[in-house]
């Protein structure tokens, strides 16, 4: 766990027995998990579970960091009650599973967070984050909602979308070069179309030796050669949100 009394955006890893410093809420028909810094603030995150679901401690852990840094942070279950996948699944069931978890229909559960950020906890400038599913949930978010500010993308699956590029906000998108999930073709095809076409900030961004998952991988998974990318990507975007909230 991280150093309370110095909480440090590359200071930490991440454990599958993390508790959590924030409270799970109910917004809604969606629970969430909330995370405050102790300082009244305006601005937020709104962080985008991966295909484990809004309960995984590591994603708690990433939105802990994300308080750390000053920012109001809520994950969401953007699966609304349906079950998240478990790593003993039969993954020859997946995509059966994937059907009924739609990254680019989140609209109503985005909404009626981004209802709550504002009229609740006094957000004025509100970003967002997603690992891999959430990744692609952000991807999808920053091609169609005009209230957020910001957001980054962490190995977001690119498959899921035909238009690609025609961003509303400054966006940063993680890649790792050995990811199994994405092939890097799909990332070089990104960048093109955002080279051509985006009219926004945005920066694609591949960290070398890494694999998917790696940014909000739990700490006795990360080796001593990778850490220092884990910490990078960590850095990133912080940085990246510090710039545009």
Known sequence: ?????????????DRFDYGGRGQEVQVEHIKAYVCKPPASVDKAVIVIHDIFGWQLPNTRYMADMLAA??????????????????????????????????ASKIDIEADVILKYLSEQCGAKKIGVIGFCWG????????LKNPLLKAGVSLYGVIRFFEDRASLLHPTFFIFAEKDDYIPLEQVTLLEQKLKQNCKVDYEVKIYPGQ???????????????????????????INWLNKYL
């Open 69 to 102: 840094n000053g920012y109001i942070a809520i994950c969401p279950d953007f699966f609304v009650g349906q079950e998240a996948w478990k790593p003993s699944n039969d993954w020859a069931s997946f995509d059966n599973w994937l059907k009924t978890r739609n």
């Open 1 to 13: 766990m991280a150093n309370e009394s110095r909480p440090c955006p590359c200071d930490i890893g």
């Open 211 to 237: 694999t998917h998952g790696f940014v909000h991988r739990k700490r006795e998974d990360i080796n001593p050669q990778d850490k220092p990318y884990i910490e990078e990507g960590r850095k990133d975007m």
């Open 135 to 142: 990744g692609a949930a952000v991807h999808h978010l920053m």
